[in-house]
């Protein structure tokens, strides 16, 4: 009677270990398959469609309102369903973005650090971000530093994309910091494409400079570079969520616009035979201004 009673007591003890063993496995398992999802954007080299910076001119010829209708435009464009679904839909369904805000040779501001846009959560998470922070603007126009800020992010952060891209907009030539030129191409040496989005205008800026004529040309030949670099022309500040949004769908879906082999994509009709300004335009234009006190 006794060895029966041990004997079922060593069965026992055998079935809740095999069945410990058989939870630890399953457990085991389920955390293999957690793993990647959950810890995988904290590895460097972490694979996605694009990289993107997004640089925005926050520089002294854009009043308040206007620098709200430009964040206003990205705020909208990520919590769009188009953008949404271009996100996903990609190769890997995912990209990473950071958002940085621009003016002189002395200021940029990262208001949105690296995030991984891979669902429409993330994607209305970004937007949320984006709206609830303030905004601040400076003095003086430099694309240059601008691009110098953002060429090193590209490095410095956790994910490794199949392009690498930065967006810039702004409603004004470089006027400070360095030639433009040598920055784009040293960009483009490293891989990055340059694409842009100026904003075309009539008006005067908060300190009464003229707006710079044939902008949209000055971006054509001297920001924009790289592979498959093109500009979305916005027509003025309330017609910068429309470019925005077209030019951010172009950029996910790593297409080229339809008039390439320019690689430029015109929002609106504009006048024939019209002559780029040199690269060095903005900086003239200070010289003159600061002459003629």
């Not at 433009?180 to 989005?197: C, E, H, K, M, Q």
Request: with cysteine; proline share 5%; net charge neutral.
């Amino acid at each position: 009677m006794r060895c029966c009673k041990q004997r079922r007591r060593s069965e026992a003890r055998a079935g809740i270990a095999a069945a410990a063993a058989r939870l630890r496995g399953i457990a085991a398992a389920v955390a293999v398959l957690a793993w990647p999802a959950a810890a995988a954007p904290q590895e460097r080299g972490f694979p996605v469609d694009l990289e993107l910076v997004i640089a925005v001119d926050v520089s002294g010829s854009i009043d308040a309102e206007e620098a709200r209708l430009q964040r206003d435009g990205y705020v909208g464009a990520f919590a769009d369903a188009e953008v949404i679904g271009a996100i996903t839909g990609g190769m890997l369904g995912r990209i990473a973005v950071t958002y940085i805000e621009w003016a002189g040779a002395r200021h940029t501001r990262t208001v949105v650090d690296w995030t991984l846009i891979d669902s429409a959560a993330s994607a209305r998470a970004l937007s949320a971000s984006l709206a609830k922070a303030p905004i601040e603007t400076e003095l003086w126009t430099s694309i240059s530093h601008a691009i110098d800020v953002a060429i090193p992010k590209f490095a410095a952060n956790r994910f490794e994309g199949a392009r690498k891209v930065i967006d810039i907009s702004g409603d004004g030539p470089n006027n400070q910091g360095g030639m433009v030129t040598s920055f784009r191409d040293r960009a483009v040496a490293a891989g990055i494409t340059i694409n842009g989005l100026p904003i075309v205008n009539d008006r005067a800026g908060p300190w009464g400079w003229p707006a710079m004529p044939d902008l949209d040309l000055y971006y054509a030949a001297c920001v924009i570079g790289g592979s498959g670099a093109f500009y979305v022309v916005a027509n003025n500040f309330a017609d910068f969520a429309r470019a925005v949004r077209q030019k951010l769908l172009l950029e996910i879906a790593g297409r080229v616009p339809g008039d390439a082999p320019e690689r430029i994509f015109k929002a609106a009709a504009r006048e024939p035979e019209r002559k780029a300004p040199p690269c060095d335009a903005g900086e003239r234009r200070v010289q003159w201004l600061l002459d003629e006190q």
